[in-house]
C-alpha cells in the first residue's frame, strides 16, 4: 500500500455504512487501515456488517438531532478526534409529483438533506480541533439533473451539492475539506426493484457509455481518494461516478 493511501492513523465515521455503497466505502477505509464507525437505524444490519468488516458501530438516525449529537458525543468520548466523515445515508420514495405527500417530502428531505447537513455540522466542530478533516457527501446525479417520479429525491440531492460547496468554502480555513461523489445507478437495497425491471434496466444501460452500472467498490475507491492526502488540495468538489452517462 502506497504510503499516502495509509489511514492507520485516521479514525472514519460512515453514516449508511451498514449496506450498499455506505458498506462499500467502510469496507475500503477499512482496507487503508483506518478506525472505522458505521452508523444507520437498524440495529441487526449494523451488527451483521460491523461483524464482516471488523469496525464499530453506533445506531443513529440522522434526521433527527439529538440522535446525531448523541452520535458525535460517544465518537469524540471514545475516540477523541475523528478525521473522516463519509455521508451515505439516504433513501428515496418514488411517488408523480401530483401524488407525493407532504410526509414523503418531509421524510427524503429529512434523511438526505437536513441529515447530511446534521452530521457535517456536528463533525466539523469537531474536526476544527484539529484543523484537518474530510468530509466525503454521496449526492447523486440527481444532484444535476432531473428525475421523472423522484421531485423530492433530486430535491435533496440537489441541496447536498449546493451544501457541498457552501460548507467547502466556509470551513476551508479550518482546514476542512468537503466534496462529494455523484453516483449514477448502482444495484443496492435502494435500487433493487429498479435493476429487476427488464426494460428500465435496458434504457439505463443504453444511457450508459461504459456499458453497465457501478459496482460498490467503485464508490469505495472514490471515498479512500477523497478521504487521503491524494486529494487535499481538492474542496468542493462534485464527482460524477456514472460510467459517463451524464457526459453526453
Ligand atoms: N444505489 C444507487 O444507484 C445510488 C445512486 C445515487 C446515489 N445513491 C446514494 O447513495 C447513498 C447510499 O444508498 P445505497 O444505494 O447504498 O442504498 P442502501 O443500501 O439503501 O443504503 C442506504 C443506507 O442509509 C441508511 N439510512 C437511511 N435512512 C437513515 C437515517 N434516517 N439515519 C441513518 N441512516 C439511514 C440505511 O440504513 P437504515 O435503514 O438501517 O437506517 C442504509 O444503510 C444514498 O444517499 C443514496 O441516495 C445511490
Given at each position: 500500500m502506497s504510503?499516502?493511501?495509509d489511514l492507520s492513523s485516521?479514525?472514519?465515521?460512515?453514516?449508511?455504512?451498514g449496506s450498499g455503497l455506505g458498506y462499500a466505502a467502510?469496507?475500503?477505509?477499512?482496507?487503508?487501515g483506518a478506525r472505522v464507525v458505521i452508523t444507520?437505524?437498524?440495529e441487526d444490519v449494523l451488527r451483521r456488517a460491523s461483524q464482516s468488516l471488523g469496525c464499530d458501530w453506533i445506531?443513529?438516525?440522522?434526521?433527527?438531532?439529538a440522535s446525531v449529537d448523541s452520535l458525535f458525543k460517544q465518537i469524540a468520548e471514545s475516540f477523541g478526534m475523528?478525521?473522516?466523515?463519509?455521508?451515505a445515508a439516504g433513501l428515496n420514495v418514488r411517488n408523480p409529483a401530483l401524488e407525493i405527500t407532504e410526509s414523503e417530502w418531509d421524510l427524503v428531505n429529512d434523511v438526505n438533506a437536513k441529515g447530511t447537513f446534521l452530521c457535517c455540522q456536528a463533525v466539523a466542530r469537531l474536526m476544527k480541533g484539529n484543523n484537518y478533516g474530510k468530509i466525503i457527501n454521496i449526492g447523486s446525479m440527481a444532484s444535476e439533473i432531473g428525475i421523472i417520479n423522484a421531485g423530492a429525491y433530486a430535491a435533496s440531492k440537489g441541496a447536498v451539492r449546493q451544501l457541498t460547496m457552501t460548507l467547502a468554502a466556509e470551513w476551508a480555513p479550518l482546514g476542512i475539506r468537503v466534496n462529494a461523489i455523484l453516483p449514477g445507478w448502482?444495484?443496492?437495497e435502494l435500487t433493487d426493484k429498479l435493476f429487476e425491471d427488464d426494460a428500465w434496466r435496458s434504457r439505463v444501460l443504453a444511457r450508459i457509455p461504459l456499458g453497465k452500472a457501478g459496482a460498490p467498490r467503485d464508490v469505495?475507491?472514490?471515498t479512500l481518494f477523497l478521504a487521503s492526502e491524494l486529494s487535499d488540495y481538492m474542496t468542493g468538489e462534485l464527482i460524477r461516478l456514472d460510467g459517463g452517462a451524464l457526459s453526453w
Amino acid at each position: 500500500m502506497s504510503v499516502v493511501t495509509d489511514l492507520s492513523s485516521r479514525t472514519a465515521v460512515v453514516t449508511g455504512g451498514g449496506s450498499g455503497l455506505g458498506y462499500a466505502a467502510a469496507e475500503a477505509l477499512k482496507s487503508a487501515g483506518a478506525r472505522v464507525v458505521i452508523t444507520g437505524r437498524r440495529e441487526d444490519v449494523l451488527r451483521r456488517a460491523s461483524q464482516s468488516l471488523g469496525c464499530d458501530w453506533i445506531s443513529c438516525d440522522v434526521a433527527d438531532k439529538a440522535s446525531v449529537d448523541s452520535l458525535f458525543k460517544q465518537i469524540a468520548e471514545s475516540f477523541g478526534m475523528l478525521d473522516i466523515l463519509v455521508n451515505a445515508a439516504g433513501l428515496n420514495v418514488r411517488n408523480p409529483a401530483l401524488e407525493i405527500t407532504e410526509s414523503e417530502w418531509d421524510l427524503v428531505n429529512d434523511v438526505n438533506a437536513k441529515g447530511t447537513f446534521l452530521c457535517c455540522q456536528a463533525v466539523a466542530r469537531l474536526m476544527k480541533g484539529n484543523n484537518y478533516g474530510k468530509i466525503i457527501n454521496i449526492g447523486s446525479m440527481a444532484s444535476e439533473i432531473g428525475i421523472i417520479n423522484a421531485g423530492a429525491y433530486a430535491a435533496s440531492k440537489g441541496a447536498v451539492r449546493q451544501l457541498t460547496m457552501t460548507l467547502a468554502a466556509e470551513w476551508a480555513p479550518l482546514g476542512i475539506r468537503v466534496n462529494a461523489i455523484l453516483p449514477g445507478w448502482f444495484k443496492t437495497e435502494l435500487t433493487d426493484k429498479l435493476f429487476e425491471d427488464d426494460a428500465w434496466r435496458s434504457r439505463v444501460l443504453a444511457r450508459i457509455p461504459l456499458g453497465k452500472a457501478g459496482a460498490p467498490r467503485d464508490v469505495g475507491n472514490l471515498t479512500l481518494f477523497l478521504a487521503s492526502e491524494l486529494s487535499d488540495y481538492m474542496t468542493g468538489e462534485l464527482i460524477r461516478l456514472d460510467g459517463g452517462a451524464l457526459s453526453w
